[in-house]
Each structure stands twice: as structure tokens, then as C-alpha cells.
RNA sequence: GCGGAGGUAGCCAAGUGGUCAACGGCGGUGGGCUCAAGAUCCACUCUCACAGGAGUUCGCGGGUUCGAAUCCCUCCCUCCGCACCA
């Protein structure tokens, strides 16, 4: 067992692989009874595959595999998404000359490309998107037949193909007319020198520290003739404020806000246009210039406005709404402040002494475990020294802005709100504020950024933009009506989708730019988003080969009406839009035969996004007949214990599968290290363990072939009876679990267990006709089961067993119930290992021959007796005993063994436990070879009667099932 | 906070009312093989017994039951999702 036999299998993998791709055995015709049709996602086409992504299509190989040798008519077909800004992002990169994403994109290519020269020549051709869109969906496909996945390939497309932007414009027309596309204004992450807006990909380190928007709400404080301006994300505060606080060193300007004059910092200004606001400036000076000024708050309250180091002009609106009853910072600001009156005579400080000294914190929110003053008391427990102690105040403010936000109820100084959990009358008291012209929603990110080009990302109100109205109740309630109907597997996740639907309300559907279909319903240019895409095209799979030849012109709303809705007439549809009568009933044919999506495979990270999507659209647009049946899931992947990415460096492209590892021996693993519902961790030593045991199963194997006996005429012995009967109860057990999707289970037993169990049997039985025979004739139906798991190497040894044609178009064995009593004798059998071994273990002594006694046939009967008694107290026992003249005999052993024998058949079930005396010798004969070499001893086997060899008297402690046993 | 999943021996992990001291793997210990190492094979790997026995275990604490890792309750901890990101 070396690397010559993984290289033979490799070369194996590879020769399999051919077959079936020149054979096209994986391109079923529409016909035959039992279809089942699978899908799992299309890859993003923006760089190589790994191992991560191939858990999950491995997963449905191994599935459709299965159904295929169930006899299933089983269509499993590939298509491409290019659609969206990552390649975009990625193209953009390149043009730029940025050598992280250059790099990165030389090492992708060069798993594909051995000539250097090439390499730079391909990597520089992805500045145009399209390339690395059709390089990579051409590389992925030779990768995917590298791990002997049975795809039909004959059923690809791209997003972007003139074929599909038709298919998803009839989508949209549907959507359209039932009213589930509406518009509005929507704010975005826009950068300030592309005047677009920006995606993940787009923003630099995007991906590592995502930038969220944040919901601030500008409230207005009267002051002069317009108003000071703050911004907060806690606006229920508003009744708590003691006083402003401004950078009394920064800029600020007074300016025009739509018609108001409102007092803010410069940056806010300029930020505030990209939020639908006219602005102009009217005067700009400096913040120090507002100190001691007083503005009035929108409940009245007069508020000094101070000076506070922590205020930052780039965030919100530059000014700060103080409540140091709720807010560390403020606290600590106005500390300082106390403390620096009087040590430093500063001119404004002294001013400012009446209104400082006048501030008193104001309690408005109420929290369990806490006093009045929450900030107050944070700080102190903490040892805030001052507002620069940003570490400590950020945590506490966090800490206290949720506990408040969850668990707070505000006090009467909250007038029209007292008694309410802040969570609940945040929204109330925004509507409050509005509706006296005293707030103002104001967005802001989350965190800095940068776009790619240099430009600023900022948050931009999109005035115009389209949403999918998950919300309306009719689209909601098709939904839920499908999910009630839908299988899915593992079912613990139902629990999220439900969730899921729940939540899902408007979606953006469309973007300024990426790849992708126009977005039919505005003069403006939109692309149509790449999760509102995707959702559908299940359905086109059914029907592209008979697109492929059209005009995509042709292909009309008309035309998917009829094909896919059966509206509309056929000599009509035909006259419209120039497409043959036959192409259209042949079209309709294929999809009807093969819609529903039986079954969708994918991760599930999917979850609250695509697959939810993909339920509410097949819900509304196609009829119940239409809708998928079955939704698997499985969880993600991880090596080592750390998550696969990039920046680690960790990732195992597929690409690199056949060197490294082989196709068989990653598919096994895969599905025999986690559950569905649990990570893999991809971790080397597992890996060898797994691929250890490969290579004795094919060693194994082979030489069972080669010294394999297809006749033998004898009576088969107990061993083989039993590993024949093993094998039928294996068959079953293994046919179960890939019905329930449990394929972790399946290979442990189809595989793991198995191997184990053969390997027993021969040791059972050595070299012999019989063996030679078993295993032979035991392979034919194993291989069978494996050959979902392992394909290549199952279909190489189906033809050196001379079976004719491709094992992986073979049937599943059937099982029956033959030689089904050896199964209780082996667990007697193994019953009889256990106890001597345990003995041998307890003596430590060296020993020589091992004495096994059966029970007399008295016992078996007594056995009869108890088994059918109600209760087993001794003497209910002895009672019945005496009733019976055999057993009247020996009533007092019968004392004596009834408690051991009670417990015996206390083991449920009871009935399996006890074989009769005949089964049991025949066990203990048919083995006594094997039991001899197992013990490294003699054995002698013994019925309990007087005239045997027993110098320990031990045989009268024998029982049925549990022989006695002596070792001397 | 809400919703979901989960906490099992040194580690990973199966097991959801009785055949469970608890599958399997890794790691560890001892032994066979070998000049030796690796590979491989066998045994052991909670505690105590040392003739097939007993005790204590499955996050903590309670409860239901003849019987609980498994069912119910309180608590503690971990992970995932909470949207416009594919």
C-alpha cells in the first residue's frame, strides 16, 4: 500500500471520468416515469472552485448518484452566474494595476495554465469583466469532472447571455403585473468620485471590515433664527439633554437646509447633499463662537451649549446633544470641564462657569440593577478619568446603550411616553419629533471608508430606486403556503425560514451598474441585482437546448407564458414570435416533464437570502404543480479548525484535488468526517486515516477479484451465512439513511463498518472455496453501494468483476431477509469473545486453553418458561417449575441460576438474546478454528452434563445465551 | 435583545427513554512485526476490583420515571442569523 496504489487510482479517477463525459451518461432525455430533478447554485464564475464550495455539490453527486440507481430519470444540469459587481470589482482592480488582486488572480491562473507567459497574458485580459466571468465558468467545469460529479454539462448558460436577460425580463413582466415592484427612495454606500454607488467589493478592505449604514436621527434645537443641529442614534434622549456640546476649536457653517437655517459642521453639509438636501452655505466661523449661547431644546428646555474635546465634525452633524445621565461621554466631558474651571483661566471657561455649574444630570430611563444615573455610576465603577479615555467609555457606552435600549422604561419626564420600554417608543418619539419640524433622519456609515478609486464612501439617497415587496400580504401568504409543503432536510432549519419570511419585507432588486439584465421598467440604467436573478432559472435548464438555435428576440413574454404557464395558444404563439410549432411543443414537453425542482442542494448560509427568494418567487410565479418539493442544506466547511479564506492563504481549489488527494478519497471524506448540519474541519491526519482505509478497501478488493470463485455447490457455513446477512441488514440500513439524506451514516455503515465486518469474516474463515466465493459474490452487490460515494473506483472494480456496463447506471441492490438468524448468532458469538476476554484480561496469567460449556437443555426450557411469564420473582418462578416434570428435577439450581437468568432477559429485545441450544452450538462449532486462533488457545466446547472435563465446576454456571466458560 | 443551533471522556465526535461506561476517529500506553524507523496488526486508555464484578459519569442545579446523556424547569457558556452582501 503505497503511493503507487493512489497514483493507479488517480490514473483510474481520470479514465472514469473520460467515459462518462464522452458517453454523456449524465444527459437524461425527457422520458421515462421517474424523473427527479436536482439542483444545487450555479458558481459565481469569479475565481476557481475549492473544496469548500465542492462539500456541497458533492453532497448532491453522491445523492443523485443514488436516485439514479434507484431508478430515477435523474437531471442534475450546470449553468454560470456572472451576473453583479464582485468580477466588476475585480476588472476595476486589474486596470488599476493593484498588485494584491494581480497576484492573487496570476496564482488562480496558473492552476489551469502551465505556460507563464500565458499566465499574464490571461490575468491582463481581465480587464474586461466578461473574461474572468468566461475563463473561470470554462476552468470550473473540468474541475467539477475532477471530482467525477454527474452534471449534465449539456445545459449551460450564464447570467449574462442575450437567452437569459429574455428569461429574466418575462420574470420581472410577471413581477410587474402583480404588482410586486415598487419604487421609492432607498439610502446607499456611494463613493464621491465614481458618483455611484459602491458594494463590498468596491470599498478598500471591504470584505475584512464591512461598512453598514447607520440610522441617525438629526434633531433640532431652536437657536437664533434657524437652528443647532444634532445627530444621534438614541433621539428618545431628547427629554434628558442638559446642554450641547461643539468642538469650540473646528469649523462650522450656518447654512440653507432646505429652506431652514440650520447651524452644523461643513463635512455634514456637504454629506447632507448626497441625502436628497439642498444645501447652501451661508456663513461659516468657528465653533467657539457658539459657546455660551443658549438654544431651546423640541420640548421646551433652555440648553447652554459647551465645548467637548470628544466631538468629531466628520460624524453626524458635528454637534452632540449632551445627556450625562445616559451617556458616558457626556459625563465625562462635563468632569472635565468641572475640573478645568479654575486651573486653567481660560476666557471661555470662566464664561461658561453659571452654565456649568447649573448642569444637573437628568434621570429619564429607569434599568434594573441600576441607580438613576447609570452613566454616572458606569464611569465611576470603571475609573473614567476623563472624555479621552475612549477605550473604556466606547465599551460602557455600549454596554449601557443596549441594556437601556432592551431593558430601559422611560420616567415620567418623558410626559406622553413614561411607562415604555425604549425599544418600543424609539419610532413613536421620532414620529413625535417630526411632526413638530424638530427632526430629521440623517444617514451616516457605520465606519470610514474608501473606495477603491480614492473617493470617499458616504451614505446617498437613491431617490428612485425599485424593491421586490417581499411585504404584500398576498406574495407573503403564497410563500408560507409553499414552505408548509416543502420538505426540508436537515428539518431544524425550518425554524429559519419561517423567520426569514417573516422578516422579509422591501428589497432593492436593481443597481446603477455590473453585469447583468436591464431592468425593463425605467428609462434610467439598471441592472437587475444578482439575488433577484437567480431565483428562477431552474426552470430555464428544463428548456435551453431548445433555445439555443432562436433569435433571443424571438423569446418574448408570449413565449415563456405558453412554455412555462401553458398560457396562450400554440398556433399564436408560434405566428408571434416566429418560433416552430414543434420547438414550442417540444419545449413544453421538457419543462412540464421535468418541473418541479424535486429537490434544491445548497449551504446554509442561504438561508435568509437566496433560498427564501427562490420559495417566493417559484410561490407567486408558477403553479402549486411547479413548486420545488424538497430543500437539503448543509453546513460549511473549515481547515483545521479556522475558516478558509484568502487572507489565510488556507483555500484547497479543486484544481489541485487529483495531486493532492484523489476524487475518490475527497468524497468520502467530505461526507464521512460531518453530518449535514455540522462543519467540516478538514483536517490532514482525518484525511489520512480516511485514505488509509481507501487504499485497504481497494487492496482488498482487487485480490478478492483476482482470486474470486464464481461457482461453489457446498452449503455455506455460518460465517458466510452470516456476512451475507450482515451485508443484506448493511444494504438496508444504508438505503435508509440516503433516503433521509444522511450520508454521514451511510458511509459509516456502506463503508467504514462494512470493511470492518469483512475483514472479520476473514479472519473467520481462512483461504478456502467458500471465502473465495462469498467475497466474490459479496462484492457485486457492496460495490453497488459505494458507487453513489466512490464512483471511479467502484466503476473501475465492477469492470474487473466482468459486469457489464457502468456501475454508476447500475440498480441499488435489493435486500431480503436471508440468513437473518446468523445476525443473533454472531452477537451471541461475540457475547462469548466478550466474557473470555474479559477473564483472560482479569487473570493475567498465561494461559493455555479456554473450556466454553453450553448450558444442559433443561435451562433453554426454563428459559421458555420465565420468558413467558408476567412476573419474574423467584417464586413465581418456582412455581411454575414444579408444575413441569423435567424441570421439577432441578429445583434447586434452578434457585440458583433464576436471578442471573432473570437479568439476562431483562436485555431488550429478550427474544433475540436466547437461540436455543441448537443455534448456539452450531455458533460455537462452526467457529471453535476461529476462536481457537482469536484466544491463541485451544478450545474445547463442552455441553454441561457430568461427564466432562470441569475441575473448576464451572459448566453449571452456564445459561442459554451466556455459555460458561473456564480458562486454564 | 429576538430567533436558531449546540455544550458528551485528553481532543474531534456519534448517540435523543431501557442491549449505554456510552459507535467511530485522533492522541496516549503496552505488545506483535522489523537491525531500526515508518507503515501495519493486536490489546488497553473514568475509578476500584481482578474469573466474566462494582461504583461514579454526558455544561450546573432541580424535577418526571421502575429506569434519563436522552423528557420537563432554572441558570451558565459557545456558535450562527437579524437584510440589500454573493
Same mark, same amino acid.
Not at 472514469?16 to 436536482?38: A, C, H, M, N, V
Given at each position: 500500500?503505497?503511493?503507487?496504489?493512489?497514483?493507479?487510482?488517480?490514473?483510474?479517477?481520470?479514465?472514469?471520468?473520460?467515459?462518462?463525459?464522452?458517453?454523456?451518461?449524465?444527459?437524461?432525455?425527457?422520458?421515462?416515469?421517474?424523473?427527479?430533478?436536482?439542483?444545487?447554485?450555479?458558481?459565481?464564475?469569479?475565481?476557481?472552485?475549492?473544496?469548500?464550495?465542492?462539500?456541497?455539490?458533492?453532497?448532491?453527486?453522491?445523492?443523485?448518484?443514488?436516485?439514479?440507481?434507484?431508478?430515477?430519470?435523474?437531471?442534475?444540469?450546470?449553468?454560470?452566474?456572472?451576473?453583479?459587481?464582485?468580477?466588476?470589482?475585480?476588472?476595476?482592480?486589474?486596470?488599476?494595476?493593484?498588485?494584491?488582486?494581480?497576484?492573487?488572480?496570476?496564482?488562480?491562473?496558473?492552476?489551469?495554465?502551465?505556460?507563464?507567459?500565458?499566465?499574464?497574458?490571461?490575468?491582463?485580459?481581465?480587464?474586461?469583466?466578461?473574461?474572468?466571468?468566461?475563463?473561470?465558468?470554462?476552468?470550473?467545469?473540468?474541475?467539477?469532472?475532477?471530482?467525477?460529479?454527474?452534471?449534465?454539462?449539456?445545459?449551460?448558460?450564464?447570467?449574462?447571455?442575450?437567452?437569459?436577460?429574455?428569461?429574466?425580463?418575462?420574470?420581472?413582466?410577471?413581477?410587474?403585473?402583480?404588482?410586486?415592484?415598487?419604487?421609492?427612495?432607498?439610502?446607499?454606500?456611494?463613493?464621491?468620485?465614481?458618483?455611484?454607488?459602491?458594494?463590498?467589493?468596491?470599498?478598500?478592505?471591504?470584505?475584512?471590515?464591512?461598512?453598514?449604514?447607520?440610522?441617525?436621527?438629526?434633531?433640532?434645537?431652536?437657536?437664533?433664527?434657524?437652528?443647532?443641529?444634532?445627530?444621534?442614534?438614541?433621539?428618545?434622549?431628547?427629554?434628558?439633554?442638559?446642554?450641547?456640546?461643539?468642538?469650540?476649536?473646528?469649523?462650522?457653517?450656518?447654512?440653507?437646509?432646505?429652506?431652514?437655517?440650520?447651524?452644523?459642521?461643513?463635512?455634514?453639509?456637504?454629506?447632507?447633499?448626497?441625502?436628497?438636501?439642498?444645501?447652501?452655505?451661508?456663513?461659516?466661523?468657528?465653533?467657539?463662537?457658539?459657546?455660551?449661547?443658549?438654544?431651546?431644546?423640541?420640548?421646551?428646555?433652555?440648553?447652554?451649549?459647551?465645548?467637548?474635546?470628544?466631538?468629531?465634525?466628520?460624524?453626524?452633524?458635528?454637534?452632540?446633544?449632551?445627556?450625562?445621565?445616559?451617556?458616558?461621554?457626556?459625563?465625562?466631558?462635563?468632569?472635565?470641564?468641572?475640573?478645568?474651571?479654575?486651573?486653567?483661566?481660560?476666557?471661555?471657561?470662566?464664561?461658561?462657569?453659571?452654565?456649568?455649574?447649573?448642569?444637573?444630570?437628568?434621570?429619564?430611563?429607569?434599568?434594573?440593577?441600576?441607580?438613576?444615573?447609570?452613566?454616572?455610576?458606569?464611569?465611576?465603577?470603571?475609573?473614567?478619568?476623563?472624555?479621552?479615555?475612549?477605550?473604556?467609555?466606547?465599551?460602557?457606552?455600549?454596554?449601557?446603550?443596549?441594556?437601556?435600549?432592551?431593558?430601559?422604561?422611560?420616567?415620567?419626564?418623558?410626559?406622553?411616553?413614561?411607562?415604555?420600554?425604549?425599544?418600543?417608543?424609539?419610532?413613536?418619539?421620532?414620529?413625535?419629533?417630526?411632526?413638530?419640524?424638530?427632526?430629521?433622519?440623517?444617514?451616516? #456609515?457605520?465606519? +470610514?471608508? &474608501?473606495?477603491? %478609486?480614492?473617493?470617499?464612501?458616504?451614505?446617498?439617497?437613491?431617490? /428612485?430606486?425599485? =424593491? !421586490?415587496?417581499?411585504?404584500?400580504?398576498?406574495?407573503?401568504?403564497?410563500?408560507?403556503?409553499?414552505?408548509?409543503?416543502?420538505?426540508?432536510?436537515?428539518?431544524?432549519?425550518?425554524?429559519?425560514?419561517?423567520?426569514?419570511?417573516?422578516?422579509?419585507?422591501?428589497?432593492?432588486?436593481?443597481?446603477?451598474?455590473?453585469?447583468?439584465?436591464?431592468?425593463?421598467?425605467?428609462?434610467?440604467?439598471?441592472?437587475?441585482?444578482?439575488?433577484?436573478?437567480?431565483?428562477?432559472?431552474?426552470?430555464?435548464? #428544463?428548456?435551453? +437546448?431548445? &433555445?439555443?438555435? %432562436?433569435?433571443?428576440?424571438?423569446?418574448?413574454?408570449?413565449?415563456? /407564458?405558453?412554455? =412555462? !404557464?401553458?398560457?396562450?395558444?400554440?398556433?399564436?404563439?408560434?405566428?408571434?414570435?416566429?418560433?416552430?410549432?414543434?420547438?414550442?411543443?417540444?419545449?413544453?414537453?421538457?419543462?412540464?416533464?421535468?418541473?418541479?425542482?424535486?429537490?434544491?442542494?445548497?449551504?446554509?448560509?442561504?438561508?435568509?437570502?437566496?433560498?427564501?427568494?427562490?420559495?417566493?418567487?417559484?410561490?407567486?410565479?408558477?403553479?402549486?404543480?411547479?413548486?420545488?418539493?424538497?430543500?437539503?442544506?448543509?453546513?460549511?466547511?473549515?481547515?483545521?479548525?479556522?475558516?478558509?479564506?484568502?487572507?489565510?492563504?488556507?483555500?484547497?481549489?479543486?484544481?489541485?484535488?487529483?495531486?493532492?488527494?484523489?476524487?475518490?478519497?475527497?468524497?468520502?471524506?467530505?461526507?464521512?468526517?460531518?453530518?449535514?448540519?455540522?462543519?467540516?474541519?478538514?483536517?490532514?491526519?482525518?484525511?489520512?486515516?480516511?485514505?488509509?482505509?481507501?487504499?485497504?478497501?481497494?487492496?482488498?478488493?482487487?485480490?478478492?477479484?483476482?482470486?474470486?470463485?464464481?461457482?461453489?455447490?457446498?452449503?455455506?457455513?455460518?460465517?458466510?451465512?452470516?456476512?451475507?446477512?450482515?451485508?443484506?441488514?448493511?444494504?438496508?440500513?444504508?438505503?435508509?439513511?440516503?433516503?433521509?439524506?444522511?450520508?454521514?451514516?451511510?458511509?459509516?455503515?456502506?463503508?467504514?463498518?462494512?470493511?470492518?465486518?469483512?475483514?472479520?469474516?476473514?479472519?473467520?474463515?481462512?483461504?478456502?472455496?467458500?471465502?473465495?466465493?462469498?467475497?466474490?459474490?459479496?462484492?457485486?452487490?457492496?460495490?453497488?453501494?459505494?458507487?453513489?460515494?466512490?464512483?471511479?473506483?467502484?466503476?473501475?472494480?465492477?469492470?474487473?468483476?466482468?459486469?457489464?456496463?457502468?456501475?454508476?447506471?447500475?440498480?441499488?441492490?435489493?435486500?431480503?431477509?436471508?440468513?437473518?438468524?446468523?445476525?443473533?448468532?454472531?452477537?451471541?458469538?461475540?457475547?462469548?469473545?466478550?466474557?473470555?476476554?474479559?477473564?483472560?484480561?482479569?487473570?493475567?496469567?498465561?494461559?493455555?486453553?479456554?473450556?466454553?460449556?453450553?448450558?444442559?437443555?433443561?435451562?433453554?426450557?426454563?428459559?421458555?418458561?420465565?420468558?413467558?411469564?408476567?412476573?419474574?420473582?423467584?417464586?413465581?418462578?418456582?412455581?411454575?417449575?414444579?408444575?413441569?416434570?423435567?424441570?421439577?428435577?432441578?429445583?434447586?439450581?434452578?434457585?440458583?441460576?433464576?436471578?442471573?437468568?432473570?437479568?439476562?432477559?431483562?436485555?431488550?429485545?429478550?427474544?433475540?438474546?436466547?437461540?436455543?441450544?441448537?443455534?448456539?452450538?452450531?455458533?460455537?462449532?462452526?467457529?471453535?478454528?476461529?476462536?481457537?486462533?482469536?484466544?491463541?488457545?485451544?478450545?474445547?466446547?463442552?455441553?454441561?452434563?457430568?461427564?466432562?472435563?470441569?475441575?473448576?465446576?464451572?459448566?453449571?454456571?452456564?445459561?442459554?445465551?451466556?455459555?460458561?466458560?473456564?480458562?486454564?
Amino acid at each position: 500500500m503505497t503511493v503507487s496504489e493512489l497514483d493507479e487510482i488517480r490514473a483510474i479517477e481520470r479514465k472514469w471520468q473520460d467515459r462518462w463525459f464522452s458517453d454523456k451518461i449524465f444527459e437524461p432525455q425527457s422520458t421515462g416515469s421517474k424523473k427527479y430533478f436536482l439542483t444545487t447554485p450555479y458558481p459565481y464564475t469569479s475565481g476557481p472552485q475549492h473544496i469548500g464550495h465542492t462539500r456541497t455539490y458533492n453532497v448532491a453527486d453522491i445523492h443523485a448518484r443514488f436516485m439514479r440507481m434507484n431508478g430515477y430519470n435523474v437531471l442534475w444540469p450546470m449553468a454560470w452566474h456572472i451576473t453583479g459587481t464582485p468580477i466588476l470589482a475585480i476588472s476595476s482592480c486589474i486596470e488599476r494595476c493593484e498588485g494584491a488582486t494581480i497576484a492573487l488572480y496570476e496564482n488562480y491562473v496558473r492552476l489551469y495554465e502551465e505556460d507563464e507567459s500565458r499566465v499574464e497574458e490571461i490575468v491582463n485580459s481581465f480587464v474586461n469583466p466578461w473574461n474572468i466571468a468566461n475563463y473561470f465558468a470554462a476552468k470550473i467545469i473540468p474541475d467539477f469532472q475532477k471530482m467525477g460529479f454527474s452534471i449534465d454539462w449539456s445545459r449551460q448558460f450564464t447570467t449574462g447571455d442575450p437567452i437569459y436577460n429574455q428569461f429574466i425580463r418575462w420574470q420581472y413582466e410577471k413581477l410587474m403585473e402583480l404588482g410586486l415592484i415598487v419604487s421609492g427612495q432607498h439610502p446607499i454606500l456611494y463613493c464621491t468620485i465614481d458618483k455611484n454607488a459602491v458594494g463590498e467589493d468596491d470599498i478598500a478592505g471591504g470584505d475584512v471590515d464591512k461598512i453598514s449604514i447607520d440610522e441617525y436621527i438629526g434633531i433640532k434645537f431652536s437657536f437664533e433664527d434657524g437652528y443647532i443641529v444634532t445627530a444621534t442614534l438614541r433621539p428618545e434622549t431628547v427629554f434628558a439633554v442638559t446642554n450641547l456640546w461643539v468642538a469650540p476649536s473646528e469649523t462650522y457653517v450656518k447654512a440653507y437646509v432646505d429652506g431652514e437655517k440650520w447651524i452644523i459642521s461643513p463635512e455634514s453639509a456637504s454629506k447632507l447633499r448626497y441625502q436628497q438636501h439642498d444645501v447652501n452655505i451661508i456663513e461659516e466661523f468657528r465653533g467657539s463662537a457658539l459657546l455660551g449661547g443658549h438654544c431651546v431644546s423640541p420640548v421646551g428646555s433652555k440648553i447652554p451649549i459647551l465645548p467637548a474635546s470628544f466631538v468629531d465634525v466628520n460624524y453626524g452633524t458635528g454637534i452632540v446633544m449632551s445627556v450625562p445621565a445616559h451617556a458616558p461621554y457626556d459625563w465625562a466631558a462635563l468632569n472635565d470641564l468641572r475640573q478645568q474651571r479654575g486651573i486653567n483661566a481660560d476666557n471661555d471657561l470662566i464664561r461658561l462657569t453659571n452654565d456649568i455649574e447649573a448642569i444637573k444630570p437628568i434621570s429619564l430611563i429607569k434599568i434594573e440593577g441600576y441607580s438613576d444615573f447609570p452613566a454616572v455610576e458606569l464611569c465611576e465603577r470603571f475609573d473614567v478619568r476623563s472624555q479621552r479615555d475612549n477605550e473604556t467609555l466606547s465599551r460602557i457606552t455600549n454596554l449601557l446603550y443596549k441594556e437601556e435600549f432592551y431593558n430601559g422604561t422611560l420616567k415620567p419626564i418623558a410626559q406622553q411616553f413614561e411607562g415604555r420600554l425604549v425599544r418600543d417608543v424609539k419610532e413613536d418619539i421620532v414620529e413625535f419629533l417630526k411632526a413638530r419640524n424638530a427632526a430629521s433622519t440623517i444617514y451616516e #456609515t457605520s465606519a +470610514k471608508g &474608501l473606495c477603491r %478609486c480614492g473617493g470617499s464612501v458616504v451614505v446617498a439617497i437613491e431617490p /428612485d430606486q425599485y =424593491f !421586490l415587496n417581499y411585504g404584500d400580504p398576498k406574495w407573503k401568504a403564497k410563500a408560507f403556503e409553499l414552505l408548509d409543503q416543502l420538505k426540508i432536510v436537515p428539518d431544524a432549519y425550518r425554524a429559519q425560514f419561517v423567520q426569514t419570511f417573516h422578516w422579509l419585507d422591501k428589497r432593492p432588486c436593481v443597481r446603477r451598474r455590473g453585469l447583468g439584465t436591464t431592468f425593463p421598467f425605467s428609462k434610467d440604467h439598471w441592472i437587475i441585482e444578482p439575488l433577484s436573478d437567480s431565483v428562477i432559472y431552474m426552470a430555464l435548464y #428544463t428548456i435551453i +437546448k431548445h &433555445l439555443r438555435e %432562436c433569435d433571443p428576440e424571438q423569446l418574448t413574454p408570449a413565449f415563456f /407564458d405558453f412554455i =412555462f !404557464l401553458g398560457k396562450g395558444d400554440l398556433t399564436h404563439v408560434s405566428q408571434q414570435t416566429g418560433l416552430p410549432q414543434e420547438m414550442l411543443r417540444a419545449a413544453r414537453h421538457e419543462f412540464t416533464y421535468w418541473y418541479p425542482n424535486d429537490h434544491r442542494h445548497t449551504a446554509v448560509a442561504h438561508i435568509s437570502n437566496h433560498l427564501s427568494f427562490f420559495l417566493f418567487h417559484h410561490a407567486i410565479i408558477f403553479p402549486k404543480a411547479c413548486w420545488p418539493k424538497i430543500v437539503t442544506l448543509n453546513e460549511l466547511l473549515i481547515r483545521e479548525g479556522v475558516k478558509m479564506s484568502k487572507s489565510r492563504g488556507n483555500v484547497i481549489p479543486i484544481a489541485t484535488v487529483p495531486e493532492v488527494y484523489s476524487a475518490d478519497l475527497v468524497r468520502l471524506c467530505l461526507v464521512s468526517i460531518a453530518d449535514l448540519n455540522s462543519t467540516v474541519d478538514w483536517r490532514e491526519n482525518e484525511v489520512e486515516m480516511v485514505k488509509k482505509r481507501l487504499l485497504r478497501f481497494w487492496h482488498a478488493a482487487n485480490s478478492d477479484i483476482v482470486s474470486g470463485q464464481p461457482q461453489y455447490d457446498k452449503e455455506l457455513s455460518f460465517p458466510s451465512r452470516w456476512i451475507l446477512a450482515a451485508t443484506n441488514a448493511m444494504v438496508s440500513r444504508a438505503s435508509e439513511a440516503a433516503h433521509q439524506f444522511s450520508y454521514r451514516k451511510y458511509v459509516t455503515e456502506a463503508f467504514f463498518e462494512q470493511l470492518n465486518r469483512v475483514e472479520e469474516y476473514r479472519s473467520m474463515v481462512l483461504d478456502s472455496g467458500e471465502r473465495r466465493h462469498v467475497l466474490l459474490d459479496l462484492l457485486n452487490v457492496w460495490l453497488r453501494v459505494l458507487a453513489p460515494v466512490i464512483p471511479h473506483i467502484a466503476e473501475e472494480l465492477w469492470e474487473r468483476v466482468h459486469k457489464d456496463g457502468y456501475i454508476s447506471l447500475a440498480a441499488f441492490p435489493q435486500y431480503d431477509n436471508l440468513y437473518a438468524e446468523t445476525l443473533v448468532q454472531k452477537r451471541f458469538l461475540d457475547g462469548v469473545i466478550g466474557d473470555v476476554s474479559n477473564i483472560q484480561a482479569a487473570i493475567k496469567r498465561e494461559t493455555a486453553s479456554v473450556f466454553i460449556y453450553l448450558a444442559a437443555a433443561w435451562k433453554y426450557k426454563l428459559c421458555e418458561v420465565v420468558y413467558g411469564l408476567d412476573g419474574r420473582s423467584l417464586k413465581q418462578i418456582m412455581a411454575r417449575a414444579k408444575e413441569d416434570p423435567e424441570l421439577r428435577t432441578h429445583l434447586k439450581d434452578i434457585a440458583r441460576i433464576a436471578p442471573g437468568l432473570v437479568k439476562l432477559l431483562a436485555q431488550e429485545p429478550a427474544a433475540d438474546i436466547v437461540l436455543g441450544f441448537e443455534a448456539e452450538s452450531e455458533t460455537l462449532l462452526a467457529t471453535k478454528e476461529y476462536l481457537s486462533r482469536r484466544f491463541g488457545k485451544d478450545v474445547s466446547i463442552f455441553v454441561e452434563n457430568s461427564d466432562i472435563y470441569d475441575p473448576a465446576n464451572r459448566a453449571r454456571r452456564a445459561l442459554p445465551a451466556k455459555p460458561a466458560i473456564y480458562v486454564e
